[in-house]
């Protein structure tokens, strides 16, 4: 077997065996097969696609290529949540304490921010001491004692992913559904889990800004977990506006902590407990979804999904004392408002736009080395389909560093639409798929 000749297979669009498959990533991660050539057969795979063997496949060989845990001496199954990612979107930290306290194991490998997006990793290290990078002996031994844990993807798990990644970042083949799934896929199932809910956000703030390209990404992720042997659904949910009212590190765990004491924003605790009713549900926890969603409020009620919170946090070197007193959270010195430039109705917002802004003050990546600023956050004051008058707050940044501030708030002020009549408030959660 030749990698020349599987680069003219797919750019002639055949469709690749499992052996072939294999060969392609087990090559090019050992070194064998050049990056000219891996780059070349990821721009054939970006022009043909892949079908659904082929990401299967792909997923596979992927998963393959390091290690994948086993917590077969754990009882209780094993389920974790995957989101594409948007602004304000902390779900991770409110539904692996519920999951957790209501019986099964969440063993999560979470990512960082980029871009426009926040990242689950990031956000816990915004606690002073939370340590994301346990030993697989650590990781083992937290979520043995609590439940849960999380932490950032190691070395060892799906090396092939990582290199493959760095390539496609380079050569402009990162759109690829397929590719997208592979990737995404082969770190979560790695993971030991024997299900998982995805979180497929659309809309202005979201990678899928289109409905139909974020449903498409979600079938694929579904049917690919599935002939793997996974349950799988997918919520395919709004990003057209941030989640919740904060954005920024500190501020998301703050918000993390309301919900988790039965409070917080409507949007963000409807979300938490779904996603965690459907991890319930497919972790054969309850027979329902609605008995699920029962249970989620009941840790919630009960106090006890943040005491698991606590102890997570403990048991990760984490200040727990934050759980009382978030003040003792990185926080900024300065606050700004971006005030409405006229009256109406909030009609649309470029959700985007505002992790942008975010990023530009130091509270987000643009690049994979940039510093974060944990205490630097956004609150939103106004949603889609609320009144407001010229003048009234929409927007209050906290920041340390002005340098950028003018040029973050003009971005945040241009990214409301407005208009003169009531609009309608778009669905939280659009459609379930695989459900």
């Known amino acids: 077997m030749r990698a020349v000749d599987l ?103 979470s990512g960082r921010g980029l871009g426009h997006t926040g990242g689950t990793l990031d956000k816990l290290e915004a606690i002073p001491g939370f340590n994301t990078a346990l030993s697989q002996a650590e990781f083992r031994r937290v979520l043995k004692e609590c439940g849960l844990s999380l932490i950032g993807q190691t070395a060892e798990i799906a090396p092939a992913d990582k290199k493959i990644y760095a390539l496609r970042d380079a050569t402009s083949t990162v759109e ?23 979180d497929v956000k659309t809309g202005s703030g979201a990678f899928m800004e289109k409905e139909e390209d974020a449903v498409r990404l979600a079938e694929v992720m579904v049917g690919t977990a599935r002939g793997m042997g996974k349950k799988c659904v997918a919520l395919l949910t709004d990003m057209s506006q941030p989640l919740g009212r904060m954005a920024g590190h500190s501020n998301e765990v703050i918000e993390a902590i309301d919900v988790l004491k039965g409070g917080g924003p409507a949007d963000l605790r409807e979300l938490s407990i779904e996603l965690s009713a459907w991890m319930f549900y497919l972790g054969d926890r309850c027979g329902s979804v609605d008995e699920g969603r029962r249970l ?16 997570c946090i403990r048991l990760q070197g984490g200040e727990p004392r934050i759980i009382d007193d978030t003040s003792l959270l990185p926080n900024a010195k300065f606050r700004a408002d971006v005030v409405s430039p006229k009256g109406g109705y909030v009609a649309a917002t470029r959700c985007r736009d505002f992790g942008v802004a975010l990023a530009m003050l130091e509270g987000g990546r643009g690049k994979k080395e940039d510093r974060i600023d944990h205490g630097v956050g956004l609150e939103f004051h106004k949603r889609i389909g609320d009144r407001v008058q010229a003048g009234e707050k929409l ?28 609009v309608t408030v778009p669905p939280l959660i659009r459609r379930i798929i695989g459900g």
């Open 176 to 198: 690829n559904i397929g590719l997208i799934c592979a990737s995404i896929m082969s770190k979560k199932l790695a993971e030991g889990i024997d299900a998982l809910v995805l």
């Open 296 to 311: 989620a409020a009941e840790t919630i009620s009960s106090g006890k999904a943040l005491e698991r919170f606590r102890t």
């Open 7 to 109: 680069i003219r297979k797919k750019r002639d669009s055949g469709e690749h065996t499992r052996e072939e498959i294999n060969f392609l990533v087990n090559g090019y991660t050992k070194g064998d097969i050049p990056d000219y050539q891996m780059a070349a057969w990821l721009m054939a795979t970006w022009i043909r696609k892949l079908s659904p063997a082929e990401t299967t496949d792909l997923t596979e060989a992927m998963l393959r290529s390091g290690e994948v845990f086993d917590h077969s001496d754990l009882p209780m199954k094993k389920v974790d949540k995957h989101s594409t990612g948007g602004v304000g979107d902390n779900t991770s930290l409110i539904l692996a304490p519920i999951v957790a306290e209501g019986g099964l194991a969440v063993p999560m490998i």
């Open 395 to 422: 927007v209050t940044i906290d920041y340390n560093s002005d340098a950028r501030l003018a040029e973050a708030k003009n971005i945040i002020s241009e990214g409301f639409a407005f208009s003169d009549t009531a």
